[in-house]
């Protein structure tokens, strides 16, 4: 007896005839209400008129792709970049700059409202940036030996040769497609950083292309050329790594050769690194970089104050507006009542923070989970000058106790600034323990700087918030909180 297994026929989703764009939601989705039901569309705008294609569909929502723009909104602008749409970064080229800044400070002040549930005090105005295109400091390609096609460039494909060698066989350097792990779009021209960069990344595609080297496959693992990482300073400095894999006979020589290529051709570049990588990924914290030509880093400027930027520092990638970022910091933690504070810094990183403000402070002692990064902290702080600072490496739950508090001080001032994740529930309690007379938190994600703020808010108050634009053209928006003790 055999059984057939009935499958029931997926009912195809609805397309949905001129519907207006009401307003913006997370992750730069613009919505919309159909039959009381909300719609998240990207690429969209409040005012578009629009056929929309249903991709998912739910009780309580629905995702769904612009078909058909009916009729564009009056604040819609044209995009500037080729790329734009596909990529997946610079979300909301279309939208003018004064808009995103508006929806910026909103999406601040409803999260801060929604999750934090804090009396807070009148924002201050969005700080925008200086620059809206080339502002990024560091930007990083991936490399595939297949290259990922748009619905556009499929449907116009012609047909494949009797050797079976298609249009996706071709090599590509570029971002990886959100969602696709092991698909790279090809990028020929990106507006964020200095078009010097363009420059760099299609002379090492040409030229590997040309000479014959393989390309890395993600999936299976082989070929040599796999990653291109490009940083720049505002002191004039450049820094190129690129990564390999190394599995045959050879592949040193040809990428030394490539190397020497980039050289000469490049006269700019201070530091030209690079690695052989045999993981599964392209991430470099924990992999052997060596110097092929120049210095193993590169210097940016803040003031009167000289970073050292090494392969693996994390340093703000808008070096303009981190001036912006930082300069609030400082205002908002040393207003004078302390002439001499002892300051914490939570999640230092290399350091940039504590060293801008060390020279108002006795003491700055600065935390951060990689080793690495501290060990730039302190190179920092010599190269600097500054000897009041302290850094230590270690997970901030662990490292931030009553015992650390009360062997080092108990702190005036708190400065934070962790990962879009927030801080670890007992790194809070902890804060609230120590009880400094001022706490200013720092944030990339504003959702979870709320339910920490709801917390904190046991014992402070909120009495300052400053939203800074760091990354034009995309949803992304820092904040700036300032909390000082409750009065008895």
Known sequence: MYL????????????????????????????????????????????????????????SFMEAEIARLVQPSPLRTTPFCQHFGVCGGCKWQHVPYDEQLRMKQQQVLEQLTRIGKVELPEFRPILGSQKTCYYRNKLDFGASNRRYLTNEEIANLPPAPSQGVGAKDVPAIGFHITGAFDKILPIEQCHLMDPLHNEIRNFIRDYA???????????????????????????GEWMVIVQFHFEQEGDQQQALTLLQHVADRFPQITSLLYLDNQKCNDTIGDQEILTFHGQDYITEQMEDLRFKVGPKSFYQTNTDQAHVLYSVVRELALDGSHPSPLIYDLYTGTGTIANFVARKACKVIGIEYVPEAIEDAKVNSRLNGIDNTLFLAGDMKDVLSDDFINQHGRPDIIITDPPRAGMH????????????????YVSCNPATQARDLQILCEAYRVVAVQPVDMFPHTPHVENVVLLTKNQL
């Open 425 to 440: 529930p007992d790194v809070v309690k902890t804060i609230l323990r120590a009880a400094p007379e001022r706490i200013v």
């Open 209 to 235: 292309v040309n000479e014959g080297m393989t390309f890395f496959d993600l999936r299976q693992q082989t070929g040599l050329l796999r990653d291109v990482i490009i940083r720049n300073s505002n002191s």
């Open 4 to 59: 057939c297994r009935m499958t029931r026929k997926k009912k195809p989703l609805p397309l949905l005839e001129n519907i207006e764009i009401t307003g913006y939601a997370a992750e730069g989705k613009a919505l919309a209400r159909v039959n009381d039901i909300v719609v998240f569309v990207p690429y969209a705008m409040p005012g578009d008129i629009c056929d929309l294609q249903v991709k998912r569909k739910k009780h």
